[in-house]
């Protein structure tokens, strides 16, 4: 009898193969998936590109081919076959559903995952996902194999790519810069939230606040609109914090953490320690040391907690971004807890906590005393 296969069936196993066969059968099969993994990147750019979901969003039910295509912007004649194409695809991996009309027209809507990818509202990851796309982020990946074999002395893969570091070529690049800080300003909107709703009490005692390498404000603006108390500052390098918007409440500081950081009850810092090496980190820490008072200030770190075998909902993305960091910056690395706390040994840090939030990475809190 034939098998049926539902849905949610397991893979078919392959027909008369021995069991030897069998397992290099499925390593093909693995290899096959991961050498293709970067088309489900790259079709779901062409979708936001061509904001497939905020059109579907717009008229509030699911919509058909040339209905979509017939609202694409500076889009005179469509190729409603291609977009057939990446349509199925991206209804394969469940960024749109897919139903039939009355008329057997495919009618496509929105799913939990599209939701993510609207560019026309203020929680989406889609600026990030245009970010990790420019070849400007993704090329430096394809001399990763050079670094290994020269090592990161004789420069990282974005410097062996481009002649320059990440963040010389955000000022050089203002297309790129936009991009970095509007992927940037993406996630400030989401990780913020899960930070205040995840870290209930810790901004209480808070009376000021410096978010160091705070890109043009988002987090802290967040922040400051949850604890309207706190006095805050956003500082980051002289060029990042030039195009960064007014926000009552914050006070923008450019300057370079390196040197040192501006005073303050406590220190936030969202996505800093993984750009960098473990001396660059141990640098920016004594600073924030510096710059907190001895008993009662803190550093509110929010970052990965890397666990080589977890199997949370984010694990494989900290994964990931792990990858990311090798590709771009000199030292930067995701942390597992044990790198953190040589960190917080080497910097006069006796005392830490790890607050999982909803989110990518986790807070952690470091203590002077
Ligand atoms: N030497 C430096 N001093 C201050 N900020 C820096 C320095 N080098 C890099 N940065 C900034 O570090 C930030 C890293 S990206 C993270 C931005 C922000 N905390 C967020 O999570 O949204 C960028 O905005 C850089 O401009």
Request: net charge negative; charged share 25%.
């Amino acid at each position: 009898m034939e098998t049926v296969l539902s849905k949610h069936s397991p893979p078919l196993a392959f027909k008369g193969v021995s069991k030897e066969e069998e397992e290099s059968l499925l390593g093909q099969v693995e290899i096959w998936r991961y050498m293709c993994a970067f088309t489900d990147s790259v079709a779901l750019k062409s979708i936001i590109e061509l904001r497939v979901a905020d059109i579907i969003d717009r008229f509030g039910k699911p919509l058909s081919l040339s209905q979509i295509a017939a609202n694409i912007e500076d889009a005179p004649s469509p190729d409603v076959k291609l977009l057939e194409r990446l349509m199925r695809v991206m209804v394969r991996r469940k960024i749109f559903s897919a139903e039939k009309s009355e008329s057997g027209e495919t009618l496509y809507g929105l799913t939990r995952a599209s939701k993510w990818i609207l560019r026309d509202t203020k929680m989406t990851l889609a600026p990030m996902l245009l970010l990790e796309n420019h070849p400007i982020h993704l090329n430096p990946a394809h001399y990763i194999s050079d670094t290994v074999r020269e090592g990161k002395e004789n420069g990282t893969p974005f410097l062996r790519c481009h002649g320059h570091d990440q963040f010389e070529m955000t000022g050089l690049d203002e297309e790129y810069n936009r991009l970095f800080n509007e992927g940037m300003v993406c996630t400030a909107r989401i990780v913020p939230r899960a930070v205040i709703s995840g870290y209930k009490d810790g901004f209480n005692q808070i009376e000021s606040l410096v978010d160091v390498g705070g890109g043009i404000g988002g987090s802290l603006s967040e922040i400051v609109r949850a604890y309207p108390h706190i006095k805050a500052i956003n500082f980051d390098l002289p060029h990042v914090v030039a195009t960064a918007p007014p926000y009552d409440g914050i006070t923008h500081v450019g300057g370079d953490m390196f040197v040192s950081v501006p005073n303050a009850d406590a220190i936030y810092m969202k996505w800093i320690l993984h750009d960098w090496s473990d001396e660059h980190c141990i640098k920016i820490l004594k600073n924030c040391r510096e710059a907190i008072p001895e008993k009662t200030g803190k550093v509110i770190i929010v970052d990965h907690v890397l666990q080589p075998e977890g199997n949370e909902p984010f694990s494989d993305t900290g994964h990931a971004f792990d990858m990311m960091l090798l590709a771009h910056n000199s030292g930067g690395k995701e942390r597992t807890e044990e790198n953190w706390q040589y960190l917080f040994k080497e910097t006069g840090f006796p005392r830490y906590n790890i607050i999982k939030i909803n989110a990518l990475p986790s807070i952690i809190e470091a203590f002077p005393i």
